[in-house]
């Protein structure tokens, strides 16, 4: 199985930060990465797939880049509502792996 | 509006079997590329996808739990039923099930806690 790779697991940034949370995969996925964020007693929501394709629905200050093993999820100016726990997930091959999670908290 | 409902036992015993329905409405299970799956998280901990049924009913498993699990579904219900074997305590979760479209997880239900014990 594929692992997907974090970092941090946690950090605490302020409303109006410009944060980026990291994943890399045990080997190269191409561009079947999505991101998904979780507050807490509810269901993830589908923020980013292939890599950098922003969800309907989703504000423009998240964004996703990066192919092969390395990638990133950029918040461009924190709001309160986005401190939650974040996940990659990679869809490349089965089984579909999860990364271990960032949480966000505020500082 | 696309949504998903888990059902089943809240509580189960150890060596149980337990059995989960996801019900969804707002697309088919019929269309290519759609699938719906299972996916867990124990409390406080990370998300870990089970298993997933298309649209064709091709079937994939997590490869640590595929000798536990089984996914069918009934297109004309609107269902995906998950079983899991020999519940452990272990498997105390929350489960949740999600549409899938090509593997991405596009929309989830608000998930059902399920705990083991005896």
């Known amino acids: 199985a594929i692992r997907m790779t974090q970092s941090p697991s946690s950090f605490s940034a302020s409303t109006g930060d410009r944060v980026t949370i990291t994943c890399r995969a045990s080997q190269g996925i191409s561009s079947y990465l999505a991101w998904y964020q979780q507050k807490p007693g509810k269901a993830p929501k589908l923020l980013i797939y292939a890599a950098s394709t922003l969800q309907s629905g989703v504000p423009s200050r998240f964004s996703g880049s990066g192919s092969g093993t390395d990638f990133t999820l950029t918040i461009s100016c924190l709001q309160s509502e986005d401190f939650a726990t974040y996940y990659c997930?990679?869809?490349?091959?089965?089984?579909?792996?999860f990364g271990q999670g960032t949480r966000l908290e505020i500082k | 509006q696309i949504t998903l409902k888990e059902s089943g036992p809240t509580l189960v015993k150890p060596t149980q079997t337990l059995t989960l329905t996801c019900t969804f409405s707002g697309f088919s299970l019929s269309t290519s590329g759609v699938g719906v799956g299972w996916i867990r998280q124990p409390p406080g901990k990370a998300l870990e996808w089970l298993a997933l049924i298309y649209w064709d009913d091709d079937k994939r498993y997590s490869p640590s739990l595929k000798s536990r699990l089984t996914i069918t579904k009934d297109t004309s219900k609107n269902q995906v039923v998950l079983t899991m074997t020999n519940m452990d305590p272990v498997d105390t979760a929350t489960y949740y099930c999600?549409?899938?479209?090509?593997?991405?997880?596009?929309?989830w239900g608000q998930g059902t806690l399920v705990t083991v014990s005896s």
């Open positions: 997930q990679q869809y490349y091959s089965y089984p579909i792996t």
């Open positions: 999600a549409q899938h479209i090509v593997a991405t997880i596009f929309n």
